[in-house]
């Protein structure tokens, strides 16, 4: 164990409240259902509102003045620290704004009031979102779809903590790093989104124009094929690779889904793409497996000696499914079917494909920078929080 700095202690959060009654959850679910839910009165505070280190003042909850009296053992006021025991991450914690002056928690959250004399809130608030506070929790985790902790592993939680004086001293130190990283953040977001943007106005500038030779032609007349994907009997796949069940079903536009089998729908043995026609609705993937699509998938077949599947997948790509009337919830062939497409003659269709292919390379390099960027951040504020409560800072 790390010895600490004279003066620090090590407490249970228990010990830095007056009492249990003031780490306490919420209601069982028996007594907080939807049909007490209101449009205003007494807010409620549940697991969406709670961010790692902040609250999010989305999709509020309220409940009548009866029903709050009712359950007053599980209120909140401004100031509070409230927990959440249940999902991923465990244990995210934020500070009650004061604007929500006084509310009830929900059955897997908890409500932290700890004595001010003993604690400062943001300090607190710092540690019980880092990784020695987590990593307490993650031992008592119950549960593997939904992980969850109960209250006294929560008032049990172990806190390394200095006089008062010293937590208000790492806490500006913490403010101010973290607001710099933020800064940084936003930064790079914002040049992520640049990238992509200069990609997507490249696709615009290219498709958006008719050049010398150019024709416009229906989706269907220059494809081979255009079919919905099927369903699949549970009877012929296999969730695993195997001697018999050799050939990938993919269930939507996006991945493959792991499963694997001889079904009744129409095997794919051509270079194609597939459009997922639910859930994310057009999301376009070039597919040059063999492989079995269902009933989430539209699968377009290009006849190549017209349209070079790259031109199309990246037409395909651009195009805006869900401006083009199809604001329900799924794609079906009919729609696909009388999409216009911007055709030149093959070989600047190969030309245009060379420029796009070389500039999407370019920046997914860039995305990938970007990405690791906001993880090496990411990594310096759990650092940064790591040796602040091993009084390193």
């Given at each position: 164990m ?15 409240c ?31 509102n ?6 999010i ?9 009866e029903k ?12 509070d ?11 995210k914690?934020?500070?009650?704004p ?12 908890v ?9 400062d ?57 973290f ?20 990609f ?13 030779g ?44 792991g ?23 057009g ?27 790259d ?13 083009s ?69």
């Open positions: 790390t010895k600490l700095p004279k003066g620090w202690k090590d407490l249970k959060i228990l010990e830095l007056d009492g249990k009654e003031n780490i306490v959850g919420g209601p069982f679910g028996s007594n907080l259902k939807v049909e007490h839910y209101k449009n205003k009165g007494i807010p409620i505070l549940r697991l969406q709670i961010g790692k280190g902040y609250f003042d989305k999709d509020i909850k309220y409940i009548s003045k709050a009296n009712e359950l007053k053992y599980h209120s909140f006021q401004s100031g620290l409230a927990l959440a025991k249940l999902g991923i991450p465990i244990g914690t934020c500070i009650i004061e604007n929500f002056e006084y509310g009830i928690v929900v059955a897997d959250v409500r932290i009031r700890p004595n001010k004399k003993k604690v809130y943001i300090f607190l608030n710092y540690f019980l979102n880092s990784n020695i506070s987590v990593s307490q929790l993650t031992k008592n985790i119950s549960g593997s779809t939904r992980p969850r902790v109960n209250l006294d592993e929560v008032r049990n939680i172990i806190i390394s903590i200095p006089p008062l004086q010293e937590q208000k001293r790492i806490v500006s130190i913490l403010d101010k790093a607001d710099n990283i933020e800064k940084a953040k936003k930064n790079i977001e914002q040049n992520l989104i640049n990238s992509k943007e200069l997507q106005s490249k696709l615009d500038e290219i498709f958006s124009t008719k050049g010398k150019w024709e416009e032609k229906k989706l269907e007349d220059v494809c081979e094929k255009i079919f919905a994907g099927g369903d699949v009997p549970k009877s012929d796949f296999s969730k695993f690779k195997t001697k018999n069940y050799t050939i990938p079903i993919y269930s939507n536009g996006v991945k493959d889904n499963l694997y089998g001889y079904t009744n729908i129409k095997k794919v043995d051509q270079p194609s793409i597939t459009i997922s026609a639910r859930g994310t609705i999301f376009p993937i070039k597919r040059l497996d063999t492989f079995y699509p269902v009933i989430r998938l539209i699968v377009v077949i290009p006849n190549v000696t017209i349209i070079n599947i031109y199309l997948y990246f037409y395909l790509f651009k195009y805006d499914f869900i401006q009337g199809t604001s329900i919830p799924q794609l079906t062939v009919p729609m696909v079917k009388p999409i216009n497409i911007k055709l030149p003659p093959i070989k600047e269709q190969s030309n245009i494909v060379k420029i796009l292919e070389e500039l999407l390379t370019e920046t997914q390099k860039l995305e990938t920078t970007y990405i690791k960027q906001l993880e090496n951040l990411e990594e310096l504020k759990k650092s940064l929080l790591d040796k602040a409560f091993k009084g390193e800072l």
